[in-house]
């Protein structure tokens, strides 16, 4: 639903605060990382003018090879979220461990989890990428976080976000009170809330899935996707149509505006490290602004936000959007379990 008359992010959050959902450290701690994502959106699109694409000629604790913007957005949030105030620690998918906030500055009670550039094997190609953020509250007592202070399950998340820097840049956002999406105003240089209350359509006709795994996928998956497939002649009934960017924010995106299902399910190829994307940076803060938004996110055996973390670069199999067509998934996984 478009609201009335737009408002600014600022206006939001101060309304959030107002109305008592967020205190002033977290609204502030939005402002800033908001603000992050308007530096690493103006790189972005400075693109090969820039000097900003291709490889950074490093790697990161994930075994990735670091595009130049990889690290680029990972130092722009560092920079950014040290010295407000608001957090006792950080953590990113690129680096090895996360980082308390320095000595020098005043620490705050939150945590901040962020994947500075999500769909990275798209920057050269100009395709759509961006940013995804999670935050938790530091436990009580806490003053220099390890990383065992992150591994909390995703209902804990008192925010979560992604950016995407595409046609426009948007800022999509939950503080547990539905998802909301915020166009960048180039030229005022502000975020303006163009969608309230997001409604995520309970059914679809429309999956993203990398099809050239397919052969590596487990039985259930396996199924559950040729009778997609199948369409009108098959069990579903219907036809399905299919897209995949490759930078999930840009598929949790279509999905949040049009609905669908997400999915990157256990694979052969990435079984031992538990699956392909990341529970802490990019699953858990998906799941909840899919959730905020009337949709569903699971394992395929798990609801999503109730995985206990492990690890802090912990993988899981993913599978979001739709409630129905999630339930649907999850049912092929079960069925196949029981047998
Ligand atoms: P990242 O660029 O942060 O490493 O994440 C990439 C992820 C995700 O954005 C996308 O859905 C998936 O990897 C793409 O995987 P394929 O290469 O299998 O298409
Ligand atoms: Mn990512
Ligand atoms: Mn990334």
């Known amino acids: ?42 790189s972005v699109g400075k693109g090969a003018l820039g000097g900003v694409l291709g490889d950074a000629g490093t790697g990161n604790i994930q ?8 690290v680029i957005a990972n130092d722009v949030l560092l920079e950014a979220n040290a010295w407000g105030g608001h957090l006792a620690g950080l953590a990113s998918e690129e680096m090895d461990h996360s980082q308390p906030i320095p000595d020098a500055f005043q ?19 100009n395709i759509s990428v961006g940013t995804i953020f999670s935050v938790l509250r530091c436990p009580d007592g806490v003053t220099s976080p390890g990383d065992e202070h992150f591994l909390q399950p995703g209902t804990t998340q008192v925010c979560a976000g992604y950016t995407t820097y595409g046609p426009s840049t948007m800022l999509v956002l939950t503080v547990g009170h539905g998802t909301h999406a915020f166009t960048l105003d180039r030229e005022v240089g502000s975020f303006i809330m163009t969608a309230r209350d997001i409604q995520i359509p309970a059914d679809t006709k429309e ?48 999905i949040l505006t049009r609905g669908g299902v997400f999915f990157y399910p256990l694979d052969a190829k990435c079984r031992d490290k ?43 199999p993913v599978m979001l959007g739709s409630r129905n067509e999630v339930a649907e998934a999850v049912r092929y996984h079960a069925e196949h379990d029981r047998a």
């Open 63 to 70: 075994g990735e090879a670091q595009k130049k913007l990889d």
């Open 107 to 125: 620490r705050g009670n939150y945590l901040l989890l962020f994947d500075p550039l999500d769909g990275s094997s798209n920057i050269d190609v």
């Open 1 to 42: 639903m478009k609201p009335a008359k737009p408002i600014s992010l600022t206006r939001y959050l101060i309304e959030e605060q107002h109305a008592g959902r967020i205190n002033a450290d977290l609204r502030l701690l939005i402002e800033v990382v908001a603000r992050a994502c308007k530096t690493i959106s103006m």
């Open 274 to 316: 538990g699956g392909k994307l990341r529970l802490m940076y990019e699953a858990n803060p998906m799941s909840f602004i899919v959730e905020q938004a009337g949709g569903a996110a699971s394992t395929g055996r798990q609801r999503m936000l109730e995985v206990q973390p492990t690890g802090l670069h912990q993988r899981v």
């Open 207 to 254: 999956f993203a899935i990398n099809m050239s795994n397919q052969r590596h996928w487990e039985p259930p998956m396996q199924r559950y996707v040729a009778d997609l497939l199948a369409g009108k002649d098959g069990p579903r009934g219907k036809d399905f149509n299919m897209r995949w960017v490759a930078s999930m924010v840009a598929d949790v995106h279509r």
